[in-house]
């Protein structure tokens, strides 16, 4: 039916000279829908342009009436929905404020969640312990397949990589200080804290969220239990505490990727690997694996809460805020970890 | 009794999203054991007003009391024990996921009482069979339905014996007999408890069951239409946003109501 209605340019024409009344004959239509509205709602509008009378007598009866439906509250102009464009100077000076709104929320939530953490170890903190330790199920022994495939990925690419250079030298026995170095010092602790920020920090920016959006955290508020203390604190305690122990579980499985390399791959035994790795590794380095790892942990739990707390409510908003924490994470760490490199070059770590 | 200060005043209440004001120069006060209804058409700002009553926002202007007791500039640990005179029902519920319904009820109270756990779990018990959700202690609000989480959040907000109890639109998402059942339950428990109840609602059926006292917020205006008892506002006011929401549009007073 639809195609044998004219066109709107076609219609513009045919309604243009000398028509002064628009009338139908619809006495061989039996049954029509939403295509034949639009075509009639393109008519009255042309119609209405160019000031022609409209007989719709003509038309199916249920047609007239959806018509008369359609045209009884005329088209709302002001609705303002086309955006202007701004000036410069606009765009410019609301960013600014949108980034200072932006950071001054950051510093409000570091804040609060000091006071948490200290009232936690005042005693005073209010939360329960069995969400504690349901967190730490979460975000440590569930956690630790992931943590475990992508660390033995990880050793065993550094131990090809290494293998290919150090076997120009002759000296492919420094694969195991290559990876045994490389795990504990950056690749393990950096690794665990982007999965985590991943798998952990989206999750929880998305609970929090969703408790935003169902009002389950303003009924915590209006009971006179701190969301920080009740929801956040038991997240960041589960993450500090748990993060360095998954780095250490990682380190030490990218060292088995770059141990089934070598064995397999490169004529060093078993027992050499281990020796060199164990020749290699000294506390210093090993610590500031661990170091970094605790701070990672606040990192990804901060990133994680801060963003489900900032939740706007609507369910769209949740997957926001679960976006936004992992980019937010991921920055954060690398940062992190580039100052930590700084620092301990300078005190000679 | 005409000494004690009304149980909660608002002085000259302005709310703002920023720079954008919802209403303006708002006044009223609540006497103890009273319903008192905020109506209003969608969208004008009731159930921001009853963020303001219970501390989830700040006022741009104005200031809330209760029992004479100024509630916005109050000390932490003061507003602290006010918001625990204060029971509140979210629009949906509002239960916390990941508890059962008696952890839910039994929650305030392990939080901010000394009993065991075992009296907490009969308080919980007895406070949802008030509600009618006996034998549900133990499900999680995922497994029951709508109208079921809405009463399990009025056991909850009932849990501390609360002096006010705070409703956002309690028959949203109802059929017409749980709603109904719902404004019987309001008021058997104004009248048990002796509470004092503000009820935030469009339906009109439920606001001339249940109220006491009324206000009107009128959109177009930003400010107070009317207070007053619903009925003698549906016959006597001048104030016409007022009048024609109480006829539901019409001149004539429509037969149901």
Redesign the interface.
């Known amino acids: 039916m639809q195609e044998k209605l004219p066109d709107s340019d076609r219609l513009q024409q045919e309604l243009g000279g000398g028509v002064s009344r628009v009338s139908f004959d619809a006495a061989g239509v039996t049954s029509w829908d939403s295509g034949l509205m639009t075509f009639l709602l393109r008519c009255w509008d042309i119609a209405a342009e160019k000031q022609l009378d409209v007989d719709e007598s003509g038309l199916p009866k249920g047609a007239g009436d959806l018509m008369k439906l359609a045209t009884a509250v005329p088209e709302k102009k002001d609705t303002g929905r086309t955006e202007r464009t701004r000036s410069l100077f606009y765009r410019l000076g609301s960013h600014s404020i949108a980034l200072a709104e932006e950071t001054w929320d950051i510093f409000t939530f570091l804040g609060e969640a000091t006071i948490a953490f200290l009232r936690f170890f005042g005693g005073r903190a ?1 939360f329960r312990w069995r ?1 504690l330790w ?1 967190v730490v199920q979460q975000t440590g022994a569930e956690a630790l397949p992931i943590v475990a495939l992508i660390s033995f990925l990880v050793g065993l690419i550094l131990a090809y990589v290494g293998a290919v250079q150090l076997q120009k030298f002759g000296a492919t026995i420094y694969v195991a200080d290559l990876v045994g170095l490389a795990m504990v010092r950056e690749m393990g602790a950096i690794m665990t804290a982007i999965v985590m920020c991943g798998r952990t920090g989206a999750a929880f920016a998305a609970q929090l969220g ?2 935003k959006v ?3 955290i ?8 701190s969301p920080m203390e009740f929801l956040v604190l038991p997240r960041m305690l589960a993450l500090c505490c748990m993060l360095p122990l998954l780095v250490l579980f990682s380190d030490f499985i990218g060292i088995i990727g770059g141990l089934v390399v070598s064995v397999t791959t490169l004529d060093i035994t078993f027992q050499q690997f281990v020796g060199r790795t164990i020749a290699a590794i000294d506390l210093p380095n090993f610590f500031s694996g661990l170091i970094k790892s605790v701070f990672f942990g606040v990192i990804v739990a901060a990133t994680g809460c801060l963003r489900g707390m900032q939740c706007g409510d609507s369910s769209a908003a949740v997957g926001v805020a679960a976006t936004s924490a992992v980019v937010t994470g991921i920055t954060c760490i690398i940062v992190a970890d580039a100052i930590f490199a700084v620092i301990f070059n300078i005190i000679g770590i | 009794m005409s000494t004690e200060p009304p149980k909660i005043k608002v002085e000259h209440l302005t709310m703002a999203y920023g720079s954008f004001v919802v209403m303006n120069d708002l006044n009223f006060e609540i006497n103890k054991g009273e319903v008192f209804v905020i109506m209003g058409g969608s969208g004008c700002g009731k159930s921001t007003l009853l ?1 303001h009553l ?3 926002k700040d006022p741009a202007k104005g200031d809330v009391y209760f029992d004479g007791q100024n509630f916005n500039r109050a000390e932490d640990e003061e ?2 024990l006010m ?2 005179k ?1 029971g ?1 029902l ?3 519920g ?5 508890m059962t319904l008696a952890e839910n009820v039994g ?2 109270l392990g ?2 009482t000394s009993l065991s756990q075992k009296e907490i779990r009969d308080i919980a018990t007895f406070k949802l069979s008030l509600v009618g959700l006996r034998g549900f202690e133990d499900f999680y609000p995922s497994e029951i339905s709508g109208g079921m989480r809405k009463r399990a959040g009025l056991a ?1 907000a009932m849990a501390l014996d609360p002096d006010v109890l705070f409703f956002d639109e309690p028959s949203a998402g109802l059929d017409p007999i749980s709603s109904r059942r719902l404004d019987d339950l309001i008021l058997e428990l104004r009248d048990s408890l002796g509470a004092t109840v503000v009820v935030v609602t469009h339906e009109l059926a439920s606001i001339f069951a249940i109220a006491d006292k009324a206000i009107f917020l009128d959109a177009a205006t930003r400010t107070q239409g009317a207070i007053g008892k619903p009925r003698e506002l549906r016959d006597q006011t001048e104030n016409m946003a007022v009048r024609t929401f109480l006829r539901r549009g019409e001149e004539e007073i429509p037969e149901v109501l």
Do not use: N
């Open positions: 209010r969400d349901v969703t408790m169902s009002e389950e303003d009924a915590l508020q209006t009971l006179g239990i | 963020k219970i501390g989830l507003k602290l918001l625990q204060f509140v979210y629009q949906g509002a239960l916390w996921s990941s929650l305030p939080e901010f909850r």
